[in-house]
């Protein structure tokens, strides 16, 4: 059964450093997105994506955050300066169709940041 | 702001029993409600999806209702087994951007 694939599953970084977190979203979906969930906290929204660009943002996905589709295949988070607070299980989703209805959402085993 | 809320926060039943899990909702304007299982440590597992224009969908041991009106859906789970032990999510879905409740995590004991 296809699946959303991400790497790494656990990444420790120093505060102030730069991370990219991969997923490979499911092949024939046109609609990715990145959540995070913070220790003991819901599952929040970052950001969706379409077509090569951001389809929506939250608050919290300020100038620090980056996503890019760099080829066919995968899609990347990058967090350019990690503060303590970034600290969390980030998870891809994708999705086969396109807002305002986009159907079921896969979610990935999702990669865990720790930022000390 | 659409605020996601699952009621009780915490189950624990013997094996074979059936499972109720509420979720209730704000904002009556969704266009689905998924409902996710969340292992420990884990991603998010998608167990149903029921669309706006349904009021219930079922997989397996698995119903899940929905009543938009009243803001309200509803997991049940038959014939309860410890591997159904985990922490399972609602969320709603307003134009791709799902909102989460915070979940209610179940103990199955055999």
């Known amino acids: 059964e296809p699946e959303v694939t991400q790497t790494p599953s656990h990444q420790v970084t120093q505060m102030g450093q730069e991370v990219i977190l991969r997923c490979v979203p499911i092949s024939n979906h046109l609609y990715f997105y990145w959540y995070r969930q913070i220790l003991g906290q819901k599952v929040e929204f970052l950001v969706s994506?379409?077509?090569?660009?951001?389809?929506?943002k939250s608050e919290i996905f300020d100038d620090q955050f980056s996503v890019e589709r760099p080829d066919g295949s995968n899609f990347t988070l990058k967090i350019r300066s990690t503060k303590l607070e970034d600290s969390a299980m980030y998870f891809c989703?994708?999705?086969?169709?396109?807002?305002?209805?986009?159907?079921?959402?896969?979610f990935g085993e999702g990669s865990r940041l720790t930022v000390l | 702001k659409q605020e996601v809320t699952q009621i009780p926060a915490a189950l624990s039943v013997p094996e074979g029993e059936n499972l109720v899990l509420n979720c209730s909702f704000t904002?009556?304007?969704?266009?689905?409600l998924q409902w996710f299982r969340q292992d420990p440590g884990k991603g998010l597992t998608s167990l149903l999806l029921i669309q706006s224009s349904q009021r219930e969908q079922t997989s397996g041991r698995l119903n899940a209702s929905l009543d938009k009106s009243s803001g309200r859906s509803t997991l049940y789970i038959a014939a309860s087994q410890p591997g159904d032990s985990a922490t399972y999510l609602c969320?709603?879905?307003?134009?791709?951007?799902?909102?989460f409740g915070a979940g209610t995590q179940v103990v199955v004991t055999p």
């Open positions: 994506f379409y077509n090569n660009e951001i389809s929506e």
């Open positions: 989703a994708s999705s086969e169709r396109r807002q305002p209805n986009t159907g079921e959402l896969f």
């Open positions: 904002d009556s304007a969704i266009y689905n």
């Open positions: 969320a709603s879905d307003s134009w791709g951007k799902l909102q």
